[in-house]
């Protein structure tokens, strides 16, 4: 049984960043990826369960996507279906900086408002 | 039935976006939050079937767990498990930007290594 609460802190400009292990994560595996300009994943992939968020922090890059190519920029956010095949790259003279979020497909049920259980009688010190 | 691939692109500086609508989302929800300095999350939640990551971004603030407070500044990444009574708030004298993701517990079997297929037989143009 893993802890309610569990706290890394990572160098947010390092290569590669996971957080499945480091924080006992049960529903996703999330990655924190800095590409330096001018550097490509040297694969094509897709997945078998898992839908893929990506989420472009900075920097600018391409992504290979079943065929085509869409260009990405700070701020850029894309869902791929496990069936997608894709590829990322940075620019030539830009790196970039993005998360990745793993999640099996169609495992969401609720969520916030629905998911969320307000505790009524408790309160932050701030409060 | 959803698209393979699903695009958009934030204002990473807005004060809350969401990607599950957005993008079409079926394992997770995902927010980039942007509280200001001084701003808290007005109430204590908890979940019934989600756990929450968290990724601090930049800024700093601190985060209401269970009974206790925990400071937080850029780079730190938290997991709290559903049943964590939770609350945020930024330094009184900083913002803080951050995402939280939401999943069900228990919900990923496979991730990367195991549930990624390599595309042998396909190749980015950039390769």
């Known amino acids: 049984m893993s802890e309610v609460f569990q706290k890394a802190t990572l160098d947010l400009n390092a290569a590669r960043s996971e957080l499945h292990d480091l924080l006992s994560l049960t529903g996703a595996e999330v990655s924190l990826n800095n590409l330096p300009a001018g550097a490509a994943v040297p694969f094509v992939h897709a997945h078998k369960q898992n839908e893929e968020v990506y ?20 701020g850029d956010v894309f869902r791929i279906a496990p069936q997608g095949r894709r590829a990322i790259r940075a620019a030539a003279a830009d790196g970039i900086k993005f998360l ?27 409060h």
Chains 1, 2 share one sequence.
């Not at 922090?57 to 990405?72: A, F, P, Q, R, T």
Request: proline share 2%; net charge negative; glycine share 8%.
């Open 55 to 74: 989420i472009v922090l900075s920097g600018s890059g391409e992504l290979y996507i079943d065929g085509k190519v869409e260009s990405l920029k700070a």
């Open 100 to 126: 990745c979020i793993q999640c099996a497909q169609n495992s969401l049920k609720e969520y916030t408002d629905t998911d969320g259980v307000m505790c009524e009688n408790e309160k932050a010190p701030w």
